[in-house]
C-alpha cells in the first residue's frame, strides 16, 4: 500500500493557504464588504453527503436570485452575488444592524468526488440547494496488481 500522508497533508496545506489568500483579495476588493465599515461577509455553508450525493446548503436570505452566480470548477463551488439594503434605510435611525448587505463571494472546496456536469442549484426562502451527484473516486483507489512468474504464456512479452 502505498503512503500518501506527507502529499495530502502538503494538499491541505496549499488548500488552507489559497483560503487565505482568497480572504485577503477580498478585504480589498471594492465594494466587497457587508458592513458600512467596508468588512466583507460571506453566507453560511453547510455540505453533507449522503449515498446519492453532496449537497451544499446556503443561506441567502434577501439575495436577489437576478445577482446570484454559481460556478463549480477546480474542485471548488464559488457563490457570488449582492444583497441590497432597504430602499427605506436611509430616513431611519438604527438601534442596531446586524444583518450582512453588499456583494459577496464565497468558495467552498468540494469535498468528494462529484459530477459537476448533472449538478442542480435551486433558490427557495432564503435556502440554496446545490446538488451534486457522487462519482466512483478512482484516484488514491487500492488496486491489487497480479503479479506473474513469467512461465505463463502471454502474446506480448517484456525483453530485456
Not at 482568497?22 to 465594494?31: I, N, T
Not at 471548488?76 to 444583518?99: M, V, Y
Not at 487500492?142 to 503479479?147: F, G, S
Request: hydrophobic share 35%.
Amino acid at each position: 500500500m502505498t503512503e500518501f500522508g506527507p502529499y495530502l497533508e502538503f494538499v491541505r496545506i496549499q488548500t488552507e493557504m489559497n483560503k487565505l489568500f482568497e480572504s485577503l483579495v477580498d478585504l480589498r476588493a471594492p465594494g466587497g464588504g457587508g458592513d458600512p465599515a467596508g468588512a466583507p461577509w460571506a453566507p453560511n455553508v453547510d455540505i453533507r453527503e449522503g449515498p446519492d450525493g453532496l449537497v451544499v446548503d446556503v443561506e441567502l436570505p434577501g439575495v436577489d436570485p437576478a445577482s446570484l452566480v454559481v460556478r463549480v470548477g477546480g474542485g471548488n463551488l464559488t457563490l457570488e452575488g449582492n444583497k441590497l439594503r432597504d430602499s427605506c434605510d436611509q430616513a431611519l435611525l438604527f438601534h442596531r444592524r446586524d444583518r450582512a448587505q453588499g456583494t459577496f463571494r464565497r468558495v467552498v472546496p468540494l469535498t468528494a468526488p462529484v459530477n459537476t456536469h448533472r449538478a442542480s442549484a435551486m433558490l427557495r426562502h432564503g435556502l440554496l440547494q446545490v446538488h451534486f451527484p457522487k462519482v466512483p473516486n478512482k484516484r488514491g483507489e487500492e488496486v491489487q496488481i497480479p503479479v506473474s512468474t513469467g512461465e505463463e504464456s502471454h502474446g506480448g512479452t517484456i525483453q530485456g
